[in-house]
């Protein structure tokens, strides 16, 4: 695969889901700051062999990633300008755990690219010219974790950016305009733990105010009261995880408030009553690999689910089987498959959302 550029980065297709977050043992895929349960592992059973359930079209998949680069001139690139960040994150990362990064693209200049999207203030915007997000910040700090290049940060300027956006009840807002959610806790203890100064917040304020939005069922809400959700979930679990807090939660409620969320066809959905969606591979499955109850659903069918989502002849997944494609549920499909063990794809890590080797190398040195 030749090498290619992507700048500036492609547009993709349903960016707005970060921004409305729409029986066997636990797996041995476990983070290297985080420990959970190393019992089992995923394998196909004798009765169903991969060419039954299908495989990963992974050659084609890095292609789709490549090729939707070329698409600048579409309505949905002109949409979504604003959000090209996070969409490199997702596209960048499903290359690193098929194992294809390196080869195919031009690190110096997406790495140039990102950090001509920091702002004045320390954060950075979705693409260049825009505003600064807590959101985007993060999305820029895990692509230079992808390439081992966080120390071309000015790493006390990020910092006092994410800092000054954590308010007096321990919650964070997302931008200067005040907006509060515990996706923004994650955002903000993910970002600070990556780079080293998460000592830099007040973390029993930050825990403290994430717990407030537990609810009665085990789930999480995005601030107190609101109803629970897959996606808030993780960013709950993932936070509290990241913090060694995970005490705070009860598991086995939480647990099954998360294996319920599989249906007949072995997707994922977010919530009671709604469809399966490929996306829920991740955040159901990290958050119960992460309170070590992902034993509790079955992992052959989700597998299977995942694998029907794909476009085999011109790459990608889609949310639910014969969809369209776009890199958002490329990537989650993919992160999906790797919390499963999915045969060659990288171990990726269930609280952080980077691959394990990422994580090992910014932690362990």
């Given at each position: 695969?030749?090498?290619?550029?992507?700048?500036?980065?492609?547009?993709?297709?349903?960016?707005?889901?970060?921004?409305?977050?729409?029986?066997?043992?636990?797996?041995?895929?476990?983070?290297?700051?985080?420990?959970?349960?190393?019992?089992?592992?995923?394998?196909?059973?004798?009765?169903?062999?991969?060419?039954?359930?299908?495989?990963?079209?992974?050659?084609?998949?890095?292609?789709?990633?490549?090729?939707?680069?070329?698409?600048?001139?579409?309505?949905?690139?002109?949409?979504?300008?604003?959000?090209?960040?996070?969409?490199?994150?997702?596209?960048?990362t499903t290359l690193d755990i098929l194992d294809k990064l390196a080869a195919a693209v031009d690190q110096e200049t997406i790495v140039s690219w990102v950090m001509s999207c920091q702002h004045?203030?320390?954060?950075?915007?979705g693409n260049e010219g825009h505003d600064p997000h807590l959101l985007y910040t993060l999305s820029a700090i895990q692509i230079l974790a992808l390439f081992n290049k966080i120390n071309t940060?000015?790493?006390?300027?990020?910092?006092?950016?994410?800092?000054?956006?954590?308010?007096?009840?321990?919650?964070?807002?997302?931008?200067?305009?005040?907006?509060?959610?515990?996706?923004?806790?994650?955002?903000?203890?993910?970002?600070?733990?990556?780079?080293?100064?998460?000592?830099?917040?007040?973390?029993?304020?930050?825990?403290?105010y994430i717990i407030s939005c537990k609810n009665l069922d085990g789930g999480f809400g995005c601030t107190p009261g609101a109803e629970s959700h897959a996606g808030q979930i993780f960013c709950?679990?993932?936070?509290?995880?990241?913090?060694?807090?995970?005490?705070?939660?009860?598991?086995?409620?939480?647990?099954?408030?998360?294996?319920?969320?599989?249906?007949?066809?072995?997707?994922?959905?977010?919530?009671?009553?709604?469809?399966?969606?490929?996306?829920?591979?991740?955040?159901?499955?990290?958050?119960?690999?992460?309170?070590?109850?992902?034993?509790?659903?079955?992992?052959?069918?989700?597998?299977?689910?995942?694998?029907?989502?794909?476009?085999?002849?011109?790459?990608?997944?889609?949310?639910?089987?014969?969809?369209?494609?776009?890199?958002?549920?490329?990537?989650?499909?993919?992160?999906?498959?790797?919390?499963?063990?999915?045969?060659?794809?990288?171990?990726?890590?269930?609280?952080?959302?980077?691959?394990?080797?990422?994580?090992?190398?910014?932690?362990?040195?």
């Amino acid at each position: 695969m030749g090498r290619v550029s992507l700048n500036p980065l492609p547009s993709w297709l349903l960016l707005l889901h970060l921004l409305n977050l729409k029986n066997k043992q636990p797996t041995a895929r476990s983070s290297s700051f985080i420990s959970f349960s190393s019992e089992g592992r995923f394998n196909q059973p004798a009765s169903q062999p991969a060419s039954r359930m299908g495989e990963l079209a992974a050659e084609k998949h890095a292609k789709y990633i490549l090729t939707v680069e070329k698409k600048k001139d579409s309505i949905e690139s002109v949409l979504m300008e604003h959000l090209r960040i996070n969409g490199a994150y997702w596209g960048l990362t499903t290359l690193d755990i098929l194992d294809k990064l390196a080869a195919a693209v031009d690190q110096e200049t997406i790495v140039s690219w990102v950090m001509s999207c920091q702002h004045e203030s320390g954060g950075f915007g979705g693409n260049e010219g825009h505003d600064p997000h807590l959101l985007y910040t993060l999305s820029a700090i895990q692509i230079l974790a992808l390439f081992n290049k966080i120390n071309t940060l000015d790493i006390e300027k990020v910092t006092n950016y994410i800092t000054a956006l954590q308010n007096e009840d321990g919650s964070f807002s997302g931008d200067e305009w005040g907006e509060i959610d515990t996706r923004f806790s994650y955002v903000a203890i993910c970002s600070l733990a990556l780079l080293k100064q998460l000592d830099k917040i007040n973390v029993e304020k930050a825990v403290s105010y994430i717990i407030s939005c537990k609810n009665l069922d085990g789930g999480f809400g995005c601030t107190p009261g609101a109803e629970s959700h897959a996606g808030q979930i993780f960013c709950c679990v993932g936070a509290l995880a990241i913090t060694g807090s995970l005490h705070y939660v009860d598991k086995d409620l939480l647990g099954w408030w998360l294996c319920e969320r599989q249906v007949k066809s072995g997707g994922l959905n977010g919530r009671p009553e709604k469809l399966p969606d490929v996306c829920y591979s991740w955040w159901v499955l990290s958050s119960l690999i992460m309170i070590d109850r992902v034993h509790w659903i079955d992992k052959e069918k989700l597998v299977k689910f995942i694998l029907d989502c794909q476009d085999k002849e011109n790459g990608g997944i889609s949310d639910r089987p014969d969809d369209a494609v776009d890199v958002f549920h490329t990537y989650f499909g993919v992160a999906g498959l790797s919390l499963l063990e999915y045969p060659g794809l990288k171990a990726i890590d269930p609280a952080y959302a980077l691959p394990v080797d990422v994580i090992s190398r910014i932690l362990l040195h």
